[in-house]
């Protein structure tokens, strides 16, 4: 849902250290929506990273190789 949405676009922002207006360029959304993005990550950080340990597990179980993921730990 979006939880996931919002966790993979501040992670593509971290990875490659965009901040909000390049990251609205690249990824052709309105600027506005990245900032809500990052105020809603910072709110809701644990849930977020939660969903993504889980998505990624899944997808584990299922067989489905992924890139390295690497989280702040």
């Given at each position: 849902g979006r939880n996931m949405r919002v966790g993979q676009l501040i992670y593509k922002m971290r990875a490659n250290s965009l901040n909000a207006?390049?990251?609205?360029?690249?990824?052709?959304?309105?600027?506005?929506?990245?900032?809500?993005a990052q105020v809603y990550y910072q709110i809701n950080r644990e849930l977020i990273e939660q969903e993504?340990?889980?998505?990624?597990?899944?997808?584990i179980s299922e067989g489905i190789s992924l890139e390295p993921i690497?989280?702040?730990?």
């Amino acid at each position: 849902g979006r939880n996931m949405r919002v966790g993979q676009l501040i992670y593509k922002m971290r990875a490659n250290s965009l901040n909000a207006e390049e990251a609205a360029a690249d990824m052709d959304l309105p600027v506005e929506q990245v900032r809500e993005a990052q105020v809603y990550y910072q709110i809701n950080r644990e849930l977020i990273e939660q969903e993504a340990e889980e998505e990624k597990r899944y997808l584990i179980s299922e067989g489905i190789s992924l890139e390295p993921i690497h989280l702040p730990g």
